[in-house]
Protein backbone atom coordinates (compact mmCIF):
# COMPACT_ATOMS: atom_id res chain seq x y z
CA UNK A 1 0.00 0.00 0.00
CA UNK A 2 2.72 2.28 0.79
CA UNK A 3 4.72 1.49 -2.81
CA UNK A 4 1.27 2.19 -4.08
CA UNK A 5 0.51 5.61 -2.71
CA UNK A 6 4.05 7.17 -2.99
CA UNK A 7 4.60 5.99 -7.15
CA UNK A 8 0.74 7.22 -7.75
CA UNK A 9 2.28 10.42 -6.29
CA UNK A 10 5.24 10.60 -7.89
CA UNK A 11 7.37 9.35 -10.70
CA UNK A 12 9.38 6.03 -10.25
CA UNK A 13 12.71 7.95 -10.15
CA UNK A 14 11.85 10.25 -7.46
CA UNK A 15 10.40 7.11 -5.13
CA UNK A 16 13.34 5.30 -3.08
CA UNK A 17 13.21 1.81 -1.28
CA UNK A 18 13.91 3.93 2.12
CA UNK A 19 10.92 6.09 1.78
CA UNK A 20 8.38 3.07 0.76
CA UNK A 21 10.17 1.70 4.01
CA UNK A 22 9.22 4.33 6.25
CA UNK A 23 5.97 5.01 4.76
CA UNK A 24 5.14 0.88 5.28
CA UNK A 25 6.87 1.36 8.83
CA UNK A 26 9.32 -1.32 7.86
CA UNK A 27 12.81 -2.33 7.17
CA UNK A 28 14.01 -1.38 3.80
CA UNK A 29 15.99 -4.65 3.61
CA UNK A 30 12.59 -6.43 4.36
CA UNK A 31 11.29 -4.81 1.19
CA UNK A 32 14.38 -5.83 -0.73
CA UNK A 33 13.94 -9.08 0.56
CA UNK A 34 10.55 -9.97 -0.29
CA UNK A 35 10.96 -7.87 -3.95
CA UNK A 36 14.60 -7.86 -4.70
CA UNK A 37 14.33 -4.51 -6.19
CA UNK A 38 12.49 -1.27 -6.39
CA UNK A 39 11.80 -2.03 -10.11
CA UNK A 40 10.63 -5.85 -9.15
CA UNK A 41 8.48 -4.07 -6.24
CA UNK A 42 6.85 -1.55 -9.07
CA UNK A 43 6.28 -4.56 -11.62
CA UNK A 44 4.31 -6.18 -8.99
CA UNK A 45 2.17 -3.38 -8.77
CA UNK A 46 1.66 -3.42 -12.70
CA UNK A 47 0.66 -6.70 -12.63
CA UNK A 48 -3.62 -6.19 -12.63
CA UNK A 49 -5.16 -4.34 -15.77
CA UNK A 50 -7.42 -1.95 -14.59
CA UNK A 51 -9.81 -2.58 -17.65
CA UNK A 52 -10.06 -6.16 -16.19
CA UNK A 53 -13.36 -5.48 -15.39
CA UNK A 54 -14.49 -4.66 -18.90
CA UNK A 55 -12.93 -7.46 -20.37
CA UNK A 56 -16.56 -9.77 -20.45
CA UNK A 57 -18.36 -6.59 -21.96
CA UNK A 58 -19.58 -6.91 -25.18
CA UNK A 59 -21.04 -3.60 -26.85
CA UNK A 60 -19.18 -0.19 -27.28
CA UNK A 61 -21.98 0.97 -24.99
CA UNK A 62 -21.47 -0.77 -22.01
CA UNK A 63 -17.72 -0.51 -22.16
CA UNK A 64 -18.33 3.42 -22.48
CA UNK A 65 -19.97 3.41 -19.07
CA UNK A 66 -17.83 1.06 -17.41
CA UNK A 67 -14.86 3.48 -18.59
CA UNK A 68 -16.98 6.15 -17.05
CA UNK A 69 -17.76 4.26 -14.05
CA UNK A 70 -14.21 3.75 -13.32
CA UNK A 71 -13.47 7.05 -13.66
CA UNK A 72 -15.92 8.54 -11.31
CA UNK A 73 -17.39 5.99 -9.04
CA UNK A 74 -15.96 6.40 -5.04
CA UNK A 75 -16.42 2.36 -5.46
CA UNK A 76 -12.99 0.66 -3.32
CA UNK A 77 -12.34 -1.27 -6.66
CA UNK A 78 -12.63 1.63 -9.30
CA UNK A 79 -10.94 3.70 -6.54
CA UNK A 80 -7.74 1.35 -6.42
CA UNK A 81 -7.69 1.23 -10.60
CA UNK A 82 -7.32 4.71 -10.79
CA UNK A 83 -4.53 4.52 -8.45
CA UNK A 84 -3.14 2.16 -10.86
CA UNK A 85 -3.81 4.73 -13.77
CA UNK A 86 -1.97 7.55 -11.29
CA UNK A 87 0.72 5.05 -11.17
CA UNK A 88 1.47 4.81 -14.89
CA UNK A 89 1.06 8.43 -15.61
CA UNK A 90 3.50 9.60 -13.33
CA UNK A 91 5.78 6.86 -14.09
CA UNK A 92 5.74 8.06 -17.89
CA UNK A 93 8.43 10.34 -17.73
CA UNK A 94 10.78 8.12 -15.89
CA UNK A 95 13.37 5.61 -16.59
CA UNK A 96 10.59 2.86 -16.11
CA UNK A 97 9.07 4.36 -19.38
CA UNK A 98 9.49 1.78 -21.91
CA UNK A 99 7.95 -0.92 -19.32
CA UNK A 100 4.98 1.59 -18.47
CA UNK A 101 4.27 2.00 -22.21
CA UNK A 102 4.65 -1.76 -22.35
CA UNK A 103 1.75 -2.16 -19.89
CA UNK A 104 -0.32 0.39 -21.39
CA UNK A 105 0.30 -1.40 -24.43
CA UNK A 106 -0.62 -5.03 -23.09
CA UNK A 107 -3.02 -3.95 -19.77
CA UNK A 108 -4.67 -1.16 -21.39
CA UNK A 109 -5.12 -0.44 -25.21
CA UNK A 110 -4.66 -4.15 -26.90
CA UNK A 111 -7.53 -5.83 -24.74
CA UNK A 112 -9.54 -2.26 -25.61
CA UNK A 113 -8.87 -2.62 -28.88
CA UNK A 114 -9.74 -6.27 -29.33
CA UNK A 115 -13.35 -5.81 -28.10
CA UNK A 116 -14.03 -3.15 -30.46
CA UNK A 117 -15.65 -3.82 -34.34
CA UNK A 118 -14.43 -2.21 -37.34
CA UNK A 119 -11.56 -0.25 -38.69
CA UNK A 120 -9.14 2.18 -36.75
CA UNK A 121 -9.92 -0.02 -33.40
CA UNK A 122 -6.37 0.49 -32.10
CA UNK A 123 -6.90 4.56 -32.44
CA UNK A 124 -10.02 4.50 -31.20
CA UNK A 125 -8.74 2.45 -28.03
CA UNK A 126 -6.11 4.96 -27.75
CA UNK A 127 -8.54 7.60 -27.77
CA UNK A 128 -10.76 6.49 -25.25
CA UNK A 129 -7.35 5.63 -22.64
CA UNK A 130 -6.18 9.37 -23.33
CA UNK A 131 -9.47 10.26 -22.18
CA UNK A 132 -9.50 7.78 -18.98
CA UNK A 133 -5.80 9.27 -18.18
CA UNK A 134 -6.91 12.61 -18.33
CA UNK A 135 -9.83 12.12 -16.77
CA UNK A 136 -8.62 10.27 -13.69
CA UNK A 137 -5.40 13.19 -13.47
CA UNK A 138 -7.85 15.79 -13.40
CA UNK A 139 -10.08 14.17 -10.78
CA UNK A 140 -7.07 13.22 -8.65
CA UNK A 141 -6.65 17.25 -8.13
CA UNK A 142 -8.71 19.65 -7.71
CA UNK A 143 -11.41 18.93 -10.65
CA UNK A 144 -10.91 22.51 -12.96
CA UNK A 145 -11.68 21.96 -16.60
CA UNK A 146 -15.43 20.82 -17.10
CA UNK A 147 -15.03 18.49 -19.74
CA UNK A 148 -13.11 16.21 -17.79
CA UNK A 149 -15.00 16.50 -14.40
CA UNK A 150 -18.46 15.72 -16.65
CA UNK A 151 -20.79 13.49 -14.83
CA UNK A 152 -20.76 9.71 -15.20
CA UNK A 153 -23.70 9.99 -17.91
CA UNK A 154 -21.38 12.90 -19.97
CA UNK A 155 -18.23 11.04 -19.07
CA UNK A 156 -19.68 7.58 -20.60
CA UNK A 157 -21.33 9.67 -23.92
CA UNK A 158 -17.36 10.94 -24.52
CA UNK A 159 -16.07 7.43 -24.11
CA UNK A 160 -18.65 5.85 -26.44
CA UNK A 161 -17.86 8.81 -29.02
CA UNK A 162 -14.16 7.84 -29.31
CA UNK A 163 -14.80 4.09 -29.33
CA UNK A 164 -17.45 4.14 -32.08
CA UNK A 165 -16.39 7.19 -33.92
CA UNK A 166 -15.31 5.76 -37.69
CA UNK A 167 -13.14 9.00 -37.75
CA UNK A 168 -10.85 8.70 -35.63
CA UNK A 169 -7.39 7.24 -37.13
CA UNK A 170 -8.28 8.16 -40.30
CA UNK A 171 -6.45 11.41 -40.58
CA UNK A 172 -3.26 9.23 -39.84
CA UNK A 173 -4.30 6.62 -42.75
CA UNK A 174 -3.91 9.14 -45.13
CA UNK A 175 -0.43 9.92 -44.53
Do not use: W
Not at 63 to 87: N, W, Y
Amino acid sequence: MAARNLFSRSSYDSVGLRDIAKDAHVDAALISRYFGSKEALFGALLCDSPLDCIATLESSHAVAEALAQLCTSPDQGCAKRREQLMIVTASLASTMRPRVEAYIDQALLSPLAEGLEGQNRRERASAAICLMLASTLQRQGSCQHPLLCASNEQLSALFEAALTSPDIGSAADAH
